[in-house]
């Protein structure tokens, strides 16, 4: 599919929308896209010798899939309406998105005078809704699709050391550091938590990573994205491609089970509703791979043919011991209060955001800490204030900037509800295996890991290693989810628009924003 870039302008919602101070401010919202460093060696070398080629899984000629039915998408749920009227906050891409339809076709269908700005109540006219759907075979359950419950079981290292191809000898230099194959693997699946043997069996049916010895540059470079990238980015290598990968499998997921995603489309027009029985993994895994694409070639890989056939191969039926539901609707929350310590003031500067990439639910909020700061000062500084644990539970994984904090005391970060802290400085941050307290210390807040130019604390929560949103107005009632709720305050989330919204209890509010000179988005415990 063609891209183009287009400067997008959101429209403010008034008092509900966190709104930009006319002077820099230190303290600001944060993305989380880029790399951050967790617990793998880096490499000089790697071992050499191929082993011989493995005897892999025998793919019946007739895949008979019995998982348990998901519920049906109500009728009601589907777009119907040719047109879209431009609500505050909208974007021309957002709308394409939320709609199913490519950029370049909502420019064709509409005379738009500057297509980078929208007005409050504009009329943008859609593509007459699809009449035919995708196919309905499920390729994958939420749980193989998810790094979720046993997951964290599957030896990456160990699987790729078995096979002949390229994989087994590929490295990539992150950070300044070498890494192998597996090292980048187990990373992007820990990270965007998308389960390892899925990101595998792409690459091998993308690009025969493990099964063959010599690839083409472009198989090499750009292995997942099969062309080479947009002008402008840079994705170019395994860990970006893998990154690139996951968040636009996560895109699929999430935004079926808990966005406005119900059209997919090709190039020359073709569009098509997901049949209404699909589960999230296989819309997410139907969404990826329409990607540069054509309609043709996309129908053989969605079929038992195609990318389910090398997934069989590799690691047998998906759906053998699958966990469904892997989140049960409005599963409830433990009791949290906030991340920092009692008499604290902090402030509320991120509301609803993805939990790792744009990709991912909106799962995260962002708090800074109320460290002196100097007119000028740089952005980016170790906190002299501790982020501390919002309930009881074990610290799974620490590092990277990244902490775990397991609510279910097992340690095991695939299983149950899970709470990441991202942004942990080094120094101080609290090690694995730590049982610890709610209010006990985590970690300093600072710039380290994922992309911050601002210090400040990214929270998020997950449950059996989905990421779960903030706030889910548009849920339907089977993937509804309740709010986060920290000391009493409740999240809402502003609709389609990220880092937008507010905190309410009984006749409180406060505003995510950015800066220090209001008290619309002063917390405290």
Not at 21 to 39: H, K, M, Y
Request: with cysteine.
């Amino acid at each position: 599919m063609k891209f183009k870039l287009i400067l997008v302008l959101a429209l403010l919602l008034g008092s509900t929308a966190a709104c930009f101070q006319s002077q820099p401010q230190v303290v600001v919202i944060t993305a989380t896209f880029e790399p951050t460093r967790d617990a793998a060696v880096a490499v000089t070398s790697v071992g050499e010798g191929i082993p011989a080629a493995l005897s892999l899984s025998p793919v019946p000629g007739d895949v008979f899939i019995t998982p348990t039915p998901d519920p049906t998408r109500p009728v009601s749920d589907l777009p119907v309406s040719g047109e879209y009227i431009v609500q505050p906050g909208d974007t021309l891409s957002g709308i394409a998105a939320a709609n199913g339809v490519t950029l370049d076709a909502l420019l064709a269908l509409n005379a738009l005078d500057n297509p980078n700005i929208l007005s409050v109540g504009q009329v943008v006219k859609l593509p007459a809704p699809p009449d035919t759907y995708t196919p309905d075979l499920k390729l994958l359950p939420d749980s193989k699709f998810v790094r979720g419950p046993g997951s964290g079981n599957f030896d990456v290292a160990g699987f790729i050391a078995q096979q002949p191809g390229y994989i087994r000898t590929a490295t990539d230099t992150i950070d300044n550091l070498l890494y192998p194959a597996a090292a980048v693997v187990r990373r992007v699946s820990l990270e965007y938590s998308v389960d390892p043997r899925l990101l595998l069996a792409l690459l091998e049916y993308k690009a025969g990573w493990l099964s063959q010895a010599e690839l083409s540059d472009t198989a090499q470079d750009y292995s997942l994205e099969g062309q080479e990238s947009p002008l402008g980015f840079d994705r170019r290598g395994l860990y970006k491609q893998l990154a690139w990968a996951a968040n636009q499998l996560n895109s699929g997921y999430y935004g079926w089970k808990y966005g406005d995603l119900r059209i997919v489309e090709f190039d020359l027009g073709i569009r098509q509703l997901y049949a209404t029985g699909l589960n999230a993994g296989t819309v997410g895994l139907q969404y990826f791979l329409s990607l540069n694409n054509t309609y043709s070639n996309w129908q053989v890989q969605v079929s038992r043919e195609g990318f389910y056939y090398t997934y069989y191969a590799y690691f047998g039926d998906p759906f053998v011991g699958s966990i469904e539901p892997l989140a049960p609707p409005n599963i409830p929350q433990p009791e949290m209060v906030f991340p920092f310590s009692v008499g604290e003031t902090w402030f509320f500067t991120g509301g609803p955001h993805g939990g790792w990439g744009s990709g991912s639910a909106w799962a995260a909020l962002d708090f800074a800490p109320p460290d002196e700061i100097e007119p000028g000062s740089p952005g980016c500084y170790v906190s002299e204030y501790w982020a501390t644990a919002v309930a009881p539970g074990i610290i799974a994984r620490s590092g990277g900037g990244s902490v775990i904090l397991d609510l279910d005391g097992d340690g095991d970060e695939t299983t149950g509800w899970t709470v990441l802290y991202l942004h942990m400085a080094t120094e101080g941050r609290v090690q694995a295996g730590t049982v610890v307290q709610a209010g006990d210390s985590i970690g300093h807040p600072s710039c380290e890991g994922g992309f911050s130019n601002a210090t400040h604390m990214h929270i998020a929560r997950r449950y059996n290693g989905e990421w779960i949103p903030v706030f889910c107005d548009s849920c339907a009632p089977e993937h509804a989810r309740v709010p986060f709720v920290m000391s009493g305050w409740t999240s809402v989330g502003l609709p389609g628009q990220e880092y937008q919204g507010y905190m309410v209890q009984g006749d409180e509010r406060r505003v995510a924003e950015q800066g220090r000179l209001t008290t619309e988005n002063q917390v405290s415990r």
